[in-house]
Each structure stands twice: as C-alpha cells, then as structure tokens.
C-alpha cells in the first residue's frame, strides 16, 4: 500500500513565521570607552557628532508547534502588536543615542540594536517562540541575532 505524500501522522509539526517592518532612526556611533581619536579611527564617518540615520528593515522570525485546531504557530495579529509595542513605538523616527535609555552606555551598533530588539521581544512573547531578529541596515548589511 502507498503511503501519501507527505503523510506523517501523529507527528507535531513545526513552522517558522517571519513578520517583516521597517522603521527610520538616526545615531552616532561613539563609544564612551574610547578616545575622541579612537572613536574616530573605528567608526569612521559613523562616528559624525550630529549622527546619520538609516531606514533599518527588521524581520523578526517565530518557531514552533503549528496547532492542529488554528493551524498557526502564533496569531500575526498578536505578532504584529508585540512588533508595534517593542520596535515601532520606542525606536522609529528616534534618535537611538538620545531617545533609547538602552543605548545611553551602549554603542548603538546595529548588532546592539538586534540584541536590544531581542531582549524585549521575549518579554512580549509567549515563551520561547521568538528564533530570530535579522536587520536589514543597508542593502549591503544585515545583522542576525538568536539570542545567543
């Protein structure tokens, strides 16, 4: 007897969901630990003192069961509330440095940022759901962060 395709019954199924947003924000890249020469040297023009910005582009990436009643891992409207309460709200069209107490003492590298941006996205998720945060800095620069 032929077995369907893809016939695994009985077994829990895993999906990935990636809801993707876009923001606009400014910062300078200056570490408080360096000299104003070292500052320089590492972050080159980044290291302007009235800052430059980006139109960062995030994807933030869920794991888990899909739930055999709904058929989803999460809910997207639920999703895209926690990505409206943790990115929209505090970061777009802030400066990173001034308006983020976070960034106060930390570099605002776009892998802080991602660290950052992890951080309290656990906290508004349901336990361990969230997989990854990937930023899109430029076209050329992404950053990824699993919480490791």
């Not at 069961?65 to 639920?78: Q, R, Y």
Request: glycine share 6%.
């Amino acid at each position: 007897m032929a077995e369907s395709f893809g016939s695994n019954k009985g077994a829990e199924r895993v999906g990935y969901i990636t809801r993707v947003q876009s923001f606009s924000a400014c910062h300078r890249l200056h570490s408080l630990k360096l000299s104003d020469d070292e500052n320089k040297e590492v972050y080159g023009k980044c290291n302007n003192p009235y800052g430059h910005g980006h139109n960062y582009k995030v994807e933030v990436t869920v794991r888990g069961k899909i739930d055999p009643v709904t058929g989803m891992v999460m809910n997207l409207t639920d999703l895209k509330k926690c990505i409206e309460d943790v990115i929209m709200i505090p970061l777009d069209h802030k400066n990173l440095d001034k308006d983020v107490p976070y960034f106060a003492n930390v570099v605002s590298t776009t892998e802080n940022l991602a660290v950052y941006i992890w951080d309290n996205m656990v906290k508004a998720l349901p336990a361990s759901l969230l997989y990854e945060i990937r930023i899109h800095e430029t076209d050329k620069n992404i950053v990824i962060y699993r919480g490791e």
